[in-house]
């Protein structure tokens, strides 16, 4: 069975500091890969998402960055964290024309 | 911009009784239909899908309802129990593109014992 795990799971970092997020998917091969945020009291934003290793496409302007090293390794980052940047990160999969699988979740408060 | 739309931010409901969630949408190429079940801290899990050829899906306790003419769907439950006190997203998607999906704001469902 297909499993996807994130981590970690709560993070509080100073506004300017870097941000690295790290997902994984496990029992697929050649998944799409996503990145949402969930601001407090709001939907689901699609951040990024890509098709295959090194394919990134972008939804929003951000100062964030995705990358795909690996066919089930997805990576969130940025350089300098926004206090607007303070949110819930999900990755999710999919395979062809299917619903999505989202992971556990990270918290994200930025100070 | 808002192509879907959840327009409750809660509802309340006692144990028992019928659960009606509602989402509008704007995007006519939509054409495939999900409800998503998220509790606190964790991820969204999946909980039914509709296809626009089809206008009712029904998975045990859970009905999605879909009306192309009037671009609503809704989510029944019955009957509610308190663990399904969660918030509940709509989320839709065009054909044959998983890149598209777009996610309401969310319905938090409180189930009263």
């Known amino acids: 069975s297909q499993t996807i795990h994130q981590w970690p799971a709560t993070l509080v970092q100073p506004v300017g500091s870097p941000l690295s997020l790290e997902c994984t998917v496990e029992g697929t091969s050649n998944p799409n890969l996503y990145w949402y945020r969930q601001a407090a009291g709001r939907g689901l934003q699609l951040l990024f998402y890509s098709v295959g290793i090194g394919q990134i496409s972008s939804e929003v302007p951000q100062n964030l960055s995705a990358s795909r090293p690996q066919d089930r390794q997805f990576i969130l980052s940025s350089k300098k964290l926004l206090l607007s940047d303070s949110g819930f990160y999900l990755c999710?999969?999919?395979?062809?024309?299917?619903?999505?699988?989202f992971g556990p979740g990270t918290r994200l408060t930025v100070l | 911009d808002q192509q879907v739309k959840q327009n409750s931010p809660s509802l309340s409901v006692q144990e028992g009784r019928i659960s009606i969630l509602n989402c509008d949408y704007t995007n006519s190429m939509f054409d495939y239909f999900l409800w998503y079940k998220k509790y606190p801290a964790e991820g969204p899990t999946f909980l039914i899908s509709i296809s626009s050829i089809k206008d009712k899906n029904e998975d045990g306790r859970f009905t999605v309802f879909l009306n192309k003419s009037a671009k609503h769907l809704s989510l029944h439950i019955v009957p509610s129990q308190p663990g399904d006190s969660a918030v509940y997203f709509c989320?839709?998607?065009?054909?044959?593109?998983?890149?598209?999906?777009?996610f309401g704001a969310g319905t938090r469902l409180t189930v009263k014992p």
């Open positions: 999710a999969w999919s395979v062809g024309y299917n619903e999505q699988f």
């Open positions: 989320a839709a998607k065009g054909r044959g593109n998983n890149n598209d999906m777009r």
